[in-house]
């Protein structure tokens, strides 16, 4: 190929290919890429070459392998000199500052990727332009990279990981000085860096001498428990836990969590969970689930509910691969297992962590008006109904830990006090010292919550009915359907832009009547004065959210990273109305009118959920 004598017969696909080869070290990459071009691989190579991986607010993620689509050797190098090069003309004081990275477990072995590798790459990267690193020495929770952001006052923060992706994938997640990741503008600022800095500066390569360099410190000790030490501020029934019976058995899913979740229960004088022994080291392979997402539910529960009924135990808590994130099961008296749904959980951890606070400051009115929550606008509205009650503030904002994480900031530079963020996919944030979803910290107090409860002779199951006949119920209903055709996506929702007239949204749909619209593509809310919607709009993706009469609210929503319209529905009952049957089946019959009305799957050719 170097010397043309092989070619693919695409000029632009042989350019990129020939500049690749000429960039690329990693002979296993490299002699992956020639073997292609040998075997004449042409959409293998499309795939591999056709388009750079996007660099966005949740950085790179995609599968390991060789091309500047995939995550490996080069395009983290080029991506951390470009990011460095952006770091560069934002701080003034990245040499004094410095940059920390963290990784988890993955590994590709036909690439030679790894998160690990990964990881050393970027510091080779930045230690070569006099930038001070803090390298982990060992795989951590991606929660320890934002709290040593803050907690070292650093300018950035890297985390290598692929979270709960599918095992042949990999990510790169960045933080930004304030410990939250990274919104717009930056992720465009980094991703025109990246592409102006393509060819690897000479000493980016260079492990050994990074490994050696004085630029280089392993802040595992200190962090591991300096972080112990922020969370157990959270801690405040210790005599509880140490007389708790109560048993809880723990996975980590072949993940990181492990080590972390005992050492935080350790924390809090909680007993010790007992491991799934199959699933509690790392392993990349995820030999025991089919997806390691524990958001998946009993699928990738089954071997922790054998374990707990081996032990007796009635609680079953899970992490994802990078424990950022929590699920959490109970054992019913009928002896099946019920999974929380993440807008259950957020329920029960709002509820408890304001009972915390309570107990620490009484009844005090003027502290309670700087009390904030946050949901993203996806997520179950049990929060607001809460705040109404009790006198706090609660915020909604747009989907995903960013933008939580930066509001939160905000609130607390304000001299505010954040209790608690959450969102419906399982990720919860307990504590300010991590602007981030965080499952270590959860998994600590929700083991307080579980002992406290005990000792009322109260379950999880049982506390949420008791919040739901105190604030209200609030039932959701989520899925999504799969479509890969983008024109059929935009005329789906421009119909509903456009449904009796230009620019006229639906007023009712088979019988439920609408309320209000908010469309955060176009930036229209009918709740405004002005009709301006005040949550950031993004023309780039599909979003509208309508209100029903009935007080149910529906959301859909295009996925960023998958061929999905995804769908959020929920009921919210007044406080007194409690014939759950009823309510389900109302919220059944407002989901079926929405799939009818707005998806149209059988028009659209929609495909369901596979499961549903």
Excluded at 226 to 236: G, N, P
Excluded at 358 to 366: D, F, I, M, N
Aim: charged residues 20%.
């Amino acid at each position: 190929m170097e010397n043309g004598a092989e070619t693919t017969g695409d000029p632009g696909l042989d350019t990129a290919i020939r500049q690749w080869l000429e960039f690329d070290r990693n002979a296993k990459t490299a002699a992956c890429v020639r073997e292609m071009v040998k075997n004449g691989a042409i959409d293998e190579l499309k795939k591999c070459f056709g388009a750079r991986m996007e660099f966005g607010t949740a950085g790179l993620r995609a599968a390991m392998g060789p091309g500047v689509s995939r995550m490996n050797d080069l395009t983290i190098i080029q991506t951390t000199q470009g990011f460095c090069r952006y770091l560069e003309q934002c701080f003034t004081d990245l040499k004094e500052r410095g940059v920390v990275i963290g990784f988890d477990a993955r590994e590709h072995t036909a690439s030679g990727g790894s998160s690990k590798r990964f990881a050393s790459l970027a510091a080779a990267v930045l230690t070569s332009r006099g930038v001070p690193v803090y390298l982990f020495s060992v795989f951590t929770p991606t929660p320890y990279v934002p709290f040593t952001v803050s907690h070292l006052g650093l300018c950035a923060g890297i985390m290598v990981t692929a979270s709960h992706n599918p095992k042949q994938d990999n990510g790169y997640k960045v933080y930004w000085e304030n410990g939250a990741q990274i919104i717009p503008p930056h992720d465009k600022g980094i991703a025109a860096s990246i592409e102006k800095n393509l060819e690897p500066w000479p000493e980016s390569w260079d492990t050994t001498a990074a490994s050696q360099s004085p630029l280089l410190k392993d802040p595992y000790q200190d962090i591991h428990r300096e972080y112990l030490q922020a969370i157990q501020q959270h801690c405040l029934h210790r005599e509880i836990n140490k007389q708790s019976e109560v048993k809880i058995v723990h996975t980590s899913v072949h993940g990181v969590g492990h080590v972390f979740v005992q050492a935080a229960f350790k924390a809090f004088d909680l007993r010790a969970p007992y491991a799934v022994e199959e699933q509690k080291d790392p392993d990349p392979d995820f030999p025991t689930v089919e997806y390691p997402n524990p958001e998946e539910g009993a699928g990738v529960l089954n071997l922790s509910f054998a374990l707990a009924d081996k032990e007796g135990a009635t609680v079953v808590f899970a992490n994802d691969p990078d424990a950022d994130r929590l699920a959490v099961a109970e054992k019913q008296p009928s002896g099946e297992w019920k999974v929380f749904s993440g807008n259950e959980l957020g329920a029960l951890l709002g509820w408890w962590v304001f009972q915390c606070w309570k107990q620490q400051h009484g009844e005090k009115k003027a502290a309670v008006k700087d009390l904030y929550m946050l949901a993203s606008t996806v997520s179950s509205k049990i929060l607001r109904a809460i705040a109404l009650k009790e006198g706090f503030h609660f915020e909604e904002t747009l989907t995903g830990f960013k933008w939580m994480g930066n509001r939160g900031k905000q609130l607390l530079d304000q001299g505010k006090t954040v209790l608690f963020a959450f969102e419906e996919a399982i990720g919860y944030m307990c504590s300010p010292a991590v602007l981030d979803k965080d499952g270590v910290s959860a998994a600590a107090i929700a083991g307080e919550l579980v002992s406290y409860l005990a000792t009322k002779n109260t379950s999880l199951s049982q506390q949420l009915k008791c919040i739901y006949d105190e604030y209200g119920y609030h039932i959701t209903k989520n899925s999504y359907f799969i479509c890969h055709d983008q024109n059929t996506i935009k005329q789906l929702f421009e119909r509903l832009r456009n449904y009796e007239g230009e620019n006229s949204y639906p007023k009712e749909c088979r019988g439920f009547s609408v309320t209000a619209v908010r469309d955060l593509t176009t930036g229209y809310d009918s709740n405004q004065s002005d009709n301006k919607a005040i949550l950031p709009t993004s023309k780039s993706s599909q979003m509208i959210t309508f209100t029903f009469a009935n007080g149910g609210v529906a959301t859909m929503r295009t996925s960023g990273t998958e061929p999905k319209i995804k769908y959020y529905t929920e009921l919210c009952a007044a406080p007194g109305n409690s014939d759950l049957n009823q309510l389900k089946a109302e919220l059944d019959s407002l989901v079926d009118a929405i799939v009818e009305n707005f998806f149209q799957p059988e028009k659209n050719n929609l495909a369901p959920r596979p499961d549903s």
